[in-house]
């Protein structure tokens, strides 16, 4: 058990391309950690830095009180579950697991015991005599986190473990790796581009983009509040619709008061059909063009244009629209998320009559 | 992408140590040998060698021995890499089309491999012998008189047939798994986008089979510049005399038989620099290979 | 309507014959015919061991067993051959066994270490290492047999199986191969077993080699054939007829069959057979290593 400590870590692969740059994040102990963000964004190549399969070239990392950084990857007490398991082919499930025990010298009937133990949790006991092509994709994905937690390491280290398996099998698994992480209290930090499986199984979420943190917090925390159009767009499904503020034709009743408003955000769920006459309301009123229906069983996702910009919008079961309709649309005004031109969050951007009266005052004026 | 490695450590100097200096001792030193003698003249006693710059080189270009024997090398070589890899396609083809007992004439086609070269020339001997081989009787239907050792065109039509036979196998073995490897899916597709056998095979399964064709029309130019040196010393019965030889051969009797050290090592320079160029030819192929993959 | 269709008309299809197609009967002809051209000539060979030297000699070559199997095989294996006479089948097929095996292990080790430090270690002279090695691909032993043969002989080397098999290893073929396959082998193994506390050496012992038995299996096979069959560097390396391989026999028997009256087709072809039983009985037990060994090296 331990506190991992990453501190202003930098990967510079040749010249001056920054894989990762300059990240500091830190987890707590029995935290469970992921990392998420597309291919190409440095997670991975983060996660093998405090692995020590790469080279950390700037900062340091800490697991426990030590600095691991000059460590070899045996001597950090670390386990790790790769994407493709890498178990080793010729060694029964029993020895896969075995196999760090004994380079570490510990003895025969400890790791008998350890192994035996790994086993039972995962359900493994009757498969210890097989070999690993003799298993299903779910089984040795399983021998692969046996083989991670007979070490009984200071960290868990997952890299993208569940991709491999198909939808179903994935959500099982995904529900088994976080109860066993419960029982067992290790740290882990975990690797995905799954933004359904980050948001499943984070205790703190790291969403990372081009060598970058994005946004550290609790998956719900980002999920309400992200910082960035990056992470609106990423954490989420479907996504939020952004819309440039320009395209919005303000009529002044957002009551804007942050003039550096570039984006409006807000999400398929987050809106509510109107009938198309009535302008009433609190917060954003669109027209929307409705171009395709995709109907999904409980609910129904509805694609089309608000003037040139494409919007999703989420209905409760079967949606009655047709492709071509038009409809009214709004989303409360504290539905709303803005963002600056650099796709900065922003807060406190509405004036504070607006937030409060927005709504009455419209109406007042309307009647006048 | 490269591989994940290990640091530094003395452990891989370990381990190419042994390799490596093999290497040097009965590669390096004997190809630089044959380079530095090549242009030396060694006195017949072997006593001094005098610096003779390019004229070992210029004495073999302009024999007409070597000329000749130059000649009938790329006759032979060409001859047989055509007829090896005719028929080792044909037999290819239809071991992958037939449905029935394609183990066994797998194993049918594929075994003469394992023969020694020397070993096919000795039954090239017996079959083609003078009194007792019976090709010779069949050659004399046809008006034929077949006589090998003495004739120097029939002595040159045994060994391609010979060296042809031979290396069949070997052919057969590459063109079956190059023909195995071409996708289910693109055999599926061509068989419904095209009706004629003949034509799927010219226009999908040939141009899918390049890849391996090529690489093995330099193995086979390999192979009869240098692997039938066996069959070649057992089919001349060790009297070279008027018999066809090819360049590999000259080298070794120049060498061993003539004593002309100088010549024989410029010949083996002239031979280095062909297969030299042979295996860039491959190395350039085999790159762009990859692509295809 | 279906039904209607299926009610005129029930038992169409199952009453319709497949026509007979030619195509088939054609590609098996075909097959025989190649499988008789290979077949054939060592048919001849084996069945002409059988007979003795005055058959042989008057009747031609030929084609139906006859009486002298064990005699000639027993005079091959067990009598003396040569021109001393010092050498017996038994001897010869010894050392050839001894030329083969060497050579094949001897490959195997050397270029498995090789090609294990050049693709799993970052080091100065890895580059070097490389072309140094594969440099050797380039030129086959044939040209460059004399000098080589030269510095065999000032090194003592001559009629010694040190001096008959060590040259013969150093080409990179088997390199070549194994880099290839160790290329192949995904890098999680090696990171798992980095993180599973496995040092270099380790790594090497407990999981690649187990990992590359059926290659190893695969090479053995080519290159225990590849060394039984060598001809032209016994011929040279070996004057002394009791380092004699099969295969360097064969020259012998030629050398003794240009002078005779009556050659000893017989024995000469028993000898042959010998010289090739082995080889081929390993390559057709072995098939499918063997092909799998020969046409992935390439890659």
Redesign the interface.
Known sequence: MARLHIDQVSKIYTGTQRAVDAVSIDVDDGEFLVLVGPSGCGKSTLLRMI???EAITEGAITIGERVVNDL???ARD???V??????????KVYDNMA??LR??GIARDEIDRRVREAATTLELGPLLERKPRELSGGQRQRVAMG?AIVRNPAAFLFDEPLSNLDAKLRSHMRVEIKHLQRSLGITSVYVTHDQLEAMTLADKLVVMNAGKVEQIGAPLDVYERPASTFVASFIGAPAMNLIPFSALGDDGRLGLRDATVATIGFRPQDIIEVANDNEDGDGLSLRFVVDAVEPVGSESYLHGKVGAERVVVRIDGRAPHREGDRIGIAVPSERLHAFDADGRRLEGWRTPDAVGDAGTAMRKTRAT | ?D???????I???L??L???A??A???????G??VR?SFFLEDPFGFSSTFVGLDNYADVLSSTEYRRVAIFTVWFTVLVALFALA?AL??AV??D???R?AKT???????????????AG??????F?Q????FV?IASWFGWNLRIGVNYYDTAFAMIATAV?YQ???NF??FL?GLQSIPRAVREAALIDCRS?LRRFFTVTLPLLTPTAF?LLVINV?YAL?DT??LI??MT???PGNNPVTL?YK??LD??RGND?GG??AQ?VI??IV??AL?LVQFRFMERRVHYA | MSNAVSAARPLAPVTRRPTFKW??VF??A??IA??A???V??Y??FM?STHDAVT??T???QALPGGSLVDNYATVMFDGLGFSGAVNGTTMMLNSLILGLGFAVGKI???M??A????????P??EF?FW??FV?????L???????????QSMGLINTYTGLI??L????TG?FFFRQF??SV??????????????????FL??LL??S?TMIAAIFIIMF?YG?????WP??ITTNEDYFTL?RG??Q???V??GSQIPE?GQ??AL?VL??LP??I???VF?SWF?KG??ES?K
Do not use: C
């Open positions: 692995a020590g399969l070899d990857p045996a670390i386990a790790m790769f994407q493709n398991y890498a178990l080793y082919p010729h060694m196999y760090g380079n570490r083989r | 992408m591989k994940v490695r290990f640091g530094h450590s452990v891989p100097y381990f190419l042994p390799q490596m093999v290497v001792v009965f590669f390096y030193l004997p190809a040998e044959a003698s028929i044909l037999l239809k071991a089309t037939v449905l007992g004439y797998r194993t049918l086609l594929m075994w003469v491999y394992a023969i020694a070269p020397p070993v000795l039954l090239g001997i017996l079959l012998d009194h007792v081989g019976p009787d036979w069949v196998a070997v073995i590459f798994s056998g690489f390999t240098f040196f066996g010393d057992l019965k060790n009297e590999v080298v070794f060498g061993f050290l024989s090592s083996s031979l280095m297969v030299f295996t | 195509g088939p590609d098996h075909i097959l190649g499988s051209f290979m077949l000539p060592v001849l060979a002409t042989v000699h009747g031609g070559v080790v050397l270029s270490m090789a294990y430090a050049i693709v799993y270690f970052r080091f002279l890895a290492a140094a090695i050797t691909l380039l030129l086959p044939e040209v460059r047999i004399l000098p080589s043969y030269e510095i065999v060590v040259p290893v150093a080409s990179a390199t160790f290329k995904p890098d999680e193994l090696i990171e798992a077993a980095r993180i599973d506390g496995a040092g270099p050496l380790k790594f407990d999981i187990p990992l038995r054939v039984w069959n060598q001809y032209l011929t040279l295969v064969i020259k028997i030629i050398q069959w240009v087709y000469a072809m042959a010289a090739m080889p081929v390993v390559v057709v098939q092909i020969l046409t390439d």
